[in-house]
Structure formats: C-alpha cells, structure tokens
C-alpha cells in the first residue's frame, strides 16, 4: 500500500493542520506563518495532480475513513470531474494567497492577519473535502465549516458595512444549512444510507413509499444550495457581502465559495437523486429557469451599479448561473460547458477582483465613473481588466467564449433555441456594463487626477498570471474539454 | 365542497386578519407562505416510516454492524463513541473544526473592531 | 459584584464539578457523555469562577494564552492521531485496524484511539468555552 493511496484525505487534512497550527506559529513564530499556509497549497496542489494523474490511468478510486467500507463510514470519491473541480479551487486559492500576501497589509489590522491565514486555510481545507466527499452528512459537516470560514473572511475587515453584509450571510446561509440538513434526515429516513452510491440505489426503491419525503428533500436541497450559490431569487446576500469584502476575500468567495455549492447540487441531481424522481417532478426544469431569469437580472442589476466591486458581484449573479444552465440541460454538452465556466469564472473573476484591489490599493477610488483615463496611469491592471471583460462578454479568443459556445450547443441539441437567445442576450447586457468602463479607462482625453501608488510587483505578477491563462482558455481548451467530456459522459 | 368551504374559510380569514385585526398585506402575505410551508412539512413528517417500527428503512445493515459488531471491532462498550469517534470519525473532526472556526471567527471580528 | 453567597458555593463545588468533567471525558467509551459533554462541564466550571469572583480569578485558574494553545493543541491532537494511524499501516482516523492497543472491552484503557481522540477533544471544547466566553465578555483589549 503505497504512499499515494491517502492522498485523497490528506488534501483536506493538510489544510486543517494549517488552520490549527498558524495560531501558534503566529505567536510564537510569526515569520512562518505566511509560508506554512503556501506550502500547504501547494503540497495539496501537487498531491492533487498527483491524484488526478493516477485516477487517468486507473480509474474512479474510493477511500474509506478509517477502513470502514460504506455504509458504515466515510468515503471520498476521487474520479476525474471531481478532481478536475478540486485542482481548480487548490490553484486559484494558491493563486490569490500570493496576491493576499501583499494586499492584506493595508485592509485589516495586523494583529488579526494571522487568523486571517487559520480561516483562509480552513475554506480551503473545507472546500476540498465537499468536492471529494461522498457521504451526505460529511457534506453538511463541511458545509458548515464552509459557511462560518467564508463569513468571517468577510467581517475580519474593520468596516461597520462588512459586519452587517456578513451577519446577512451568516444567517442566509445557516438557513441553507438548515434546510440541507433538513432534507438529508428525510432521505435518511427513507432509505437508510448516506453514501450517494448507496442513496442512488436505495431511492428507486423508496420512492414508491415515501415520495412525498423524497420530493420534499430535493427542494429543500434547491433551496439549500441555491441560497448557498446565489440562485437568481436567493441571491440577496451577495452583492453586500463580496463588495464589501477585502479584495482577497472578495475573490475566493465570488470565485470558488459560490461554484462549489453548484457542484455539490450537481451531486445531487446526478449522483444522489435517480432517474425516476428528477423525471417525476421538474426539478431541473426549475432551475433552469431560475438561472435563466438570474443571467438576465444579475446583469441588469449590475448596470445599475456606480461601485465597481459590487458591479462585479452583481455580475457573479449573472455569471453563476451559466453553471446553473449547465446542471439543468441535462445533457453531456451542458456539462462540458457548466464546468468549464467553473474553471473560466473562477480565474476571471478573481482577477477582475484582484484589479478591482488593485485600483483600491494604489487610487483609493471604488466609483465607476471616476475611473476615466486610469488605463493611462495604471496599464497592467486595466489591461487585466480589459482581457476579463472580453472573457466575461465571451469575445473569441478568452476562455468565456468556450463555455457559452458548449451551453450554446447543448441547446441547440435538445431542441430548446430559446436558451440560446437567452445567453445571446445576457452577454450583449454584459458587454453594455463592461466596455463603458475600458473605453473609458484607455480612451477618455481627461489625464487622471488622483495620486497613485506604485502597484506592487506581486500583484502585477499575480494579474499577469490571470491573464495569461484566460487567453490559454480561449486557445487551448482542447485536453480540459476531453477530459470534461469522458466525465461527462458517465452520467448519461 | 369541502374545496369550497375551505376557500372560503381562507377568504373571511383574510378579510378578518386585514381590516379587523389590521395586519398589513406584506405580512399576511408572508403569514400565508408560512403557512403553506407548514402544511407541506407536516404532511411530509405524517408520511415518514413509524417510529420504532423495525420494518423501517433505517433499521438496516447499517445499525445491526454497529450494535453487534460494535464493541469487538471499536473495543469501546458505549455505542454512540464507538459511532462517533471510530465509524464516522472523520464527522467528529469536521465538528471540531467547526468548534474552532467558529472561535476564530469571533476573535478576528471583535479584534479588528 | 462581590456576593458572598456565591463565592463560597462556587468555591465548594467547583472543584466537583472539575472532577465531573474529567470523569465524562475519561469514561467516554464506557459511559454516557463523552468528549463534547465532558469539555463543555469542565468549561463550565471554569467560567462560573470566572462569574461569582471577577476575571482576575477567572484567568489565574487558566490563562488567556493558555486557553488559545491548548485549544489549537486540542484539534492538532485530534489530526495527528489520524496521521499515526496511517504511519501504524491502517487508513486515515483507522483504530483496530491501525493497530492502536484495544485493551479490554469495559475498562478504563481501552478503544485504542478512541481514548486518546476523546481526552483531545474534551480539552478543546473546555478550552474553547473558557476563550469564547472571555473574548465575549472583554470585548478588545
């Protein structure tokens, strides 16, 4: 039994003893801190593609806790989707700790910078294991680690609108939790297991007696998950919370938190919940139409916005539910197309957020309308943000163009044109609220007024870093989109 | 029939609840949404397996391993530990995290403030 | 708020109340209670010196500090004796299998690494009582 075989749960393991020890070290050592953090993401990246590689060559690979084969104990689930999904949230986190590294300084306090390392690692660490778990009450536990990290990330910052956006997400989200939890006691009660496998089996049965329970758990689940990802009409908490944020923490939450509350319901409706229900009620049928609206609203929302972050929190609206198209098309190619969004959404908004800090950092300016000619003064970071918007608006050449083109395409497959209109149209609304602000940026005559910091070489690399692989998106989408698609294809 | 005097104990309901009592619309409307999620769960909970019934779903191999084979394999004579702490470990360490992530988050927060 | 009725109580029971605690967390494996149970009574009894005194005599019983190590130590605890179940040969959290020392079924020493997970734990909750209930109430400093 080789060394190999544990790296499922060490990935999550390795951030928790992070978590764990960076108080200490921050007391006693306080120069280790930062390090200890970075060298755990890339130990749980490296163990990642370790394990991504070897589940190519050999298959879909279980791990049981403790030994305990289900349905007594745990078990994490490592096949190519899943792991694909935890490479991205390990290196866009890695991604943005670096840029953390130096933007931190000037939003918070430094006394509180060390716990800001315990709940960043602890996201993280939470984040991997509600990817790789496969066990329903497992996934509310880490859910629940997921919720507090992510809201206190948000209050950290010395801010009175922080508090109150994070108290508004503190409260939605337990009420997610709750109804989560909720919904898994009454799958247990009809079936006996929380192993997805097991629950997948156990339901075709149980739903001839009990399908009122059944039908009651899958909407709590929508409702749990969609208040958790930002589904259209539960998306309240959103804009006040990534807005108000400090800028690192702006980009994990609207960059990975949200999107993996998207791929936990796509467990659900594809590995939990069988054939027989999804067919009995229109479940999928609800949430398409929900992200529908969503793609439509979150970005008329966001036009209306005169705060850049929260313009681009309102956008994450628009932008999650594409994932949500994906999930709900049911068919091979939307998925192809819903995962790849993840990926792509997830580097381009983090960057816009990065840009987003950046501006902060070094103008002090967060209105929109006082950003003409600043791509004179800052060209790096509005250079960044131009390539973003292309990748948000779907401009050939920029990953966003690849995941439409499959959601697109799935439409066109399952005979629905109307979707197709509908993405057609939510990406012309997003070009209306994205090149004003480039235009302007590079071509208004009036010179920029206000002071500027130098941008910190780190935060230059880092948006240089986002950049670049947007573009290698838009070009080189090939090896993901096969790999998308042989994972795609198990479900159908 | 009953349809209709259902309807109709609604309608003077509302009538009542609006101009006598003088409940504002916004409210009433989320009384009534309250309501309905009410009727709906409990008629979900009326339809759940009998408690303690053994023909229930849950009484499965699931529970017969850990009540039988529990103290042998866990060596601990207190079932809920040998659950908690041997076959679901892994959730116990989750609620710990949580017991702490939840005290790292009301430190950082009073300290920053 | 010095009130004499309270001091001498909590004096005389507090010290049972220790000895309460310490035996659920012990006697996890055998009795009802456990780790949670136990961390939560033997905390109690600190804060409810902390209470019927005043804080100085509160944080004299157990530090400030000490409180924030032992409650990170607590969770390392835990982490690591998953680490050495896979370090024994067994899976991650593994316990017979792992080959932690079963004992026998009943007595004190024994469930192998159960024992040692429930002592870890009880000193987390009872440490992370007495640090939430001092950050609570002292606000910043």
Same mark, same amino acid.
């Given at each position: ?68 084969? @289900? ?62 778990? #496969? ?72 739903? #001839?007696?009990? @399908?009122? #329970? ?21 998306? /309240? ?137 600043? =791509?004179? /003064? ?15 608006? =779907? ?44 235009? #302007? ?12 910091? @130098? ?23 090939? @090896? ?13 | ?22 409940? *504002? ?29 053994? *023909? ?5 191999? !699931? ?13 601990? !004579? ?12 892994? *959730? ?22 | ?29 055998? %009795?009802?209670?456990?780790? &949670? ?17 005043? +804080? ?11 409180? %924030?190590?032992?409650? %990170?130590?607590?969770? +390392? ?5 998953? +680490? ?15 080959? &932690? ?6 007595? +004190? ?33």
């Amino acid at each position: 039994m080789g060394f190999t075989v544990h790296f499922p749960v060490l990935i999550v393991v390795v951030m928790f003893f992070t978590a764990f020890i960076s108080p200490l070290l921050y007391r006693w050592a306080r120069k280790l801190a930062a390090p200890a953090v970075l060298s755990a993401l890339v130990a749980a990246l490296v163990m990642a593609a370790a394990l991504l590689i070897q589940v190519q060559q050999t298959g879909t690979y279980y791990y049981h806790m403790g030994g305990w084969p @289900p349905p007594w104990g745990i078990e994490f689930k490592a096949d190519p989707l899943r792991l694909y999904i935890l490479l991205v949230v390990i290196s866009v986190s890695l991604w943005i700790f670096i840029y953390a590294l130096r933007d931190l300084g000037h939003e918070l306090k430094t006394r509180v910078i060390g716990w800001y390392y315990t709940l960043y690692s602890v996201l993280v660490g939470s984040m991997a294991g509600i990817v790789l778990t #496969n066990d329903l009450f497992n996934l509310f536990v880490l859910m629940e680690i997921c919720a507090i990290s992510a809201c206190a990330i948000i209050s950290i910052k010395e801010d009175r609108e922080c508090l109150e956006a994070s108290f508004k997400y503190l409260i939605l989200s337990a009420m997610g939790t709750g109804c989560f939890l909720l919904g898994v006691v009454m799958l247990y009660m009809a079936t006996g297991y929380l192993n997805y496998g097991y629950l997948y089996q156990a339901l075709v049965e149980a739903f #001839n007696f009990y @399908p009122l #329970n059944i039908f009651t758990a899958a909407a709590l689940f929508i409702v749990a998950f969609g208040t958790k990802a930002a589904l259209f009409p539960l998306h /309240v908490w959103l804009p006040d919370a990534h807005a108000s944020a400090p800028s690192p923490s702006s980009a994990m939450l609207s960059g990975l938190v949200i999107k993996i509350y998207a791929f936990a319901l796509f467990l659900m409706f594809y590995e939990v919940f069988p054939r027989v229900v999804l067919e009995a009620i229109p479940l999928s049928e609800i949430v398409l139409w929900l992200a529908a609206l969503g793609s439509m609203f979150g970005s008329i929302y966001a036009m209306l916005q005169t705060d850049l972050k929260k313009m681009l929190a309102y956008s994450s609206i628009g932008q999650i539910a594409y994932i949500f198209m994906g999930i709900g098309f049911h068919h091979s190619l939307a998925l192809v197309g819903g995962f790849y969004h993840i990926m792509v959404h997830a580097v381009t908004k983090a960057m816009l957020f990065m840009v987003a800090g950046v501006i902060i950092y070094s103008t002090g300016v967060r209105k929109i309308d006082q950003l003409a000619g600043i =791509g004179r /003064v800052l060209p790096v970071t509005m250079v960044a943000f131009t390539i973003g918007s292309a990748s948000m608006v =779907g401009i050939p050449g920029t990953g966003g163009l690849i995941s439409k083109w499959y959601l697109a395409l799935s439409a066109l497959e399952i005979g629905r044109p109307i979707f197709v209109l509908v993405i057609l149209a939510s990406s012309l609304l997003n070009a209306i609220y994205y090149m004003p602000i480039v235009i #302007n940026a590079f071509m208004h005559q009036d010179e920029f007024k206000k002071e500027v910091k @130098p941008v910190p070489p780190v935060m230059q690399f880092c948006m240089v870093v986002g950049m670049v692989f947007i573009i290698i998106f838009g070009f080189f989408s090939k @090896p993901v989109v096969t790999l998308l698609e042989q994972a795609a294809a198990l479900f159908f | 029939m009953l349809y209709a005097l259902a309807a109709l104990f609604i309608i003077i309901l509302t009538f009542f609840l609006r101009f006598i009592v003088g409940v *504002d619309s916004r409210t009433l409307v989320t009384l009534y949404l309250l309501g309905f999620i009410i009727f709906l769960l409990s008629f979900t909970v009326a339809e759940m397996p009998t408690f303690g019934s053994l *023909d229930n779903p849950t009484f499965n191999e !699931v529970p017969r391993r850990y009540l039988e084979q529990g103290v042998e394999e866990t060596g601990a !004579v207190n079932i809920v530990s040998s659950v908690i702490i041997d076959y679901r470990a892994f *959730d116990t360490l989750g609620e710990a995290t949580v017991l702490f992530v939840a005290i790292a988050a009301v430190v950082a927060t009073l300290r920053s403030h | 708020m010095e009130d004499q009725i309270a001091r001498i109580t909590s004096r005389l029971v507090v010290p049972f109340i220790q000895v309460y605690g310490i035996y659920i967390i012990l006697h996890g494996h055998l %009795s009802p209670g456990g780790s &949670f149970s136990g961390g939560a009574i033997f905390g109690a009894s600190l804060v409810l010196v902390a209470l019927s005194f005043n +804080l100085e005599a509160g944080s004299k019983q157990i530090p400030h500090n000490t409180a %924030s190590i032992l409650e %990170s130590g607590g969770a +390392l605890g835990y982490i690591i004796t998953g +680490l050495v179940a896979i370090a024994m040969g067994g899976y991650y959290l593994s316990n017979k299998a792992a080959g &932690f020392p079963m004992g026998e079924a009943g007595s +004190l020493f024994s469930a192998g690494a159960i024992f040692i997970i429930t002592i870890f734990v009880g000193i987390k909750v009872a440490s992370t009582i007495v640090t939430l209930f001092y950050y609570i109430i002292e606000g910043e400093k």
